[in-house]
């Protein structure tokens, strides 16, 4: 699939997709169980069921107690991890290659086994164990993972496994493995654990999701700085133009020397800190700006963003600011490469979401090709007056704002 690096793929008879990197340089062997689905496939009554099922796999199977899992991982010095995003949802473990064959046991142990016993689902402190961990707790994007105490606090063991049987099937998950291994080999490791799973159609891909712009203000007086997010629409992941949205989002809050931190945090103290972020979905996508500032800055923040907008939209951008933002997003995407486990994680979500690799001198070129008209073509099509929506989160104090104040 590509020269530069070793990657082989290999589809078992019941849809399980296997895909490994040999990286000869190194003794470690990162290892990852992938779901093609994640919280936003999730029906409004069972928000935040798929975390849930994060969170219950490591409490027991029918081979393994919870103890028993982490006395395994750590007698071998594996680092185990788990996630649930919107889309997808993923366990893996990393540890020296001799022990690949027992840290697929335990992986696979966690996917194919966990018991769901109804009083560890019932127990308060499981609750308590996932909203401790809320990192969205006070952020204004809200809770779109982990649902809400409500919900979560609905879940019984019968939903949980009809949940779990219907998303962890064969067609719907991924096993990728990078570091010093044998595709052969582990593709027969992987047989072993997964060959009796049976297929069963995948159709739980939500719609694509109506954009409503919104000015959100949410008052809580416990928070001692303003918490805002400013967002626009954006492209799907595989749209042909991505590359040139990497290259806006860099240079207008992608590190220390873009516009945002250098003019709202540097030159103008507004800003405690600031940044800008590309979300790329499967069928939308979002650009969106955190801030974090005083009650007094607020208003002003949110003028300097919607200013820095329409910079874009009317200024050329120079070709040393371009060349800057290239070189910036070439070295991240190298260095993002540099470990077992990245090269895992980029290996799954290519197989999600594109139909063929994309190697990283292909991905070089694209950013290279990218030009300065492109982007601000780009940016007059995502930086709209009435396609922004503005979150703000804190000790608002009679805080206004107006779709007015966000003209660009």
Excluded at 63 to 82: F, K, L, P, Y
Excluded at 143 to 159: A, C, E, N, Q, Y
Excluded at 339 to 347: I, T, V
Aim: net charge neutral; aromatic share 8%; charged share 25%.
């Amino acid at each position: 699939m590509d020269e530069d690096r070793n990657i082989q793929r290999t589809a078992l008879p019941n849809g399980l997709t296997v895909i490994t990197e040999e990286m000869k340089h190194i003794r470690s062997v990162s290892i990852g169980i992938w779901l093609k689905t994640g919280s936003r496939d999730e029906d409004l009554p069972w928000n935040g069921i798929s975390h849930f099922i994060e969170h219950m796999v490591f409490k027991g199977t029918q081979h393994r107690t919870a103890e028993e899992i982490a006395r395994q991982v750590d007698s071998i010095g594996g680092n185990m991890d788990a996630f649930t995003a919107k889309e997808c949802i993923s366990f893996s473990i990393k540890v020296l290659n001799e022990h690949v064959p027992i840290a697929l046991d335990v992986l696979s142990d966690l996917v194919l086994n966990p018991v769901f016993d109804a009083q560890d689902i019932s127990r308060d402190y499981l609750v308590h164990e996932i909203f401790t961990q809320n990192f969205w707790k006070d952020h204004p994007l809200g809770r779109p993972i982990l649902g809400t105490r409500d919900t979560v606090k609905r879940f019984d063991r019968s939903p949980v496994f009809d949940f779990y049987s219907q998303r962890f099937s064969p067609g719907n998950m991924i096993i990728t493995a990078a570091g010093y291994l044998n595709h052969e080999r582990f593709v027969e490791l992987v047989a072993q654990h997964f060959e009796k799973m049976k297929p069963v159609s995948n159709g739980f891909h939500s719609s694509p999701p109506k954009v409503v712009p919104k000015i959100i203000l949410k008052n809580k007086k416990s928070l001692e700085q303003v918490q805002i997010c400013v967002g626009v629409p954006s492209y799907p992941i595989t749209h042909e133009r991505r590359h040139t949205s990497y290259i806006l989002n860099t240079l207008l809050g992608g590190g220390m020397s873009s516009r945002l931190f250098q003019n709202i945090r540097e030159r103008q103290g507004l800003a405690y800190a600031i940044y800008s972020d590309l979300n790329p979905y499967r069928d939308t996508g979002c650009m969106s700006i955190y801030a974090g500032t005083s009650r007094e800055s607020a208003s002003k923040v949110v003028e300097c963003i919607v200013s820095e907008f329409r910079k874009l939209k009317t200024d050329m951008v120079s070709q040393d600011e371009l060349r800057r933002s290239k070189d910036q997003l070439k070295g991240s995407l190298m260095l993002s490469l540099e470990s077992s486990n990245a090269r895992m994680s980029n290996l799954a979500r290519q197989e999600m979401y594109f139909d063929h690799f994309y190697g990283l001198d292909e991905l070089i070129a694209k950013i290279e090709a990218v030009t300065a008209d492109e982007l601000k073509e780009l940016a007059n099509q995502f930086f709209e007056t009435d396609s922004i929506a503005v979150t703000v989160l804190g000790n608002l104090n009679g805080l206004k704002l107006t779709r007015e104040q966000l003209a660009c």
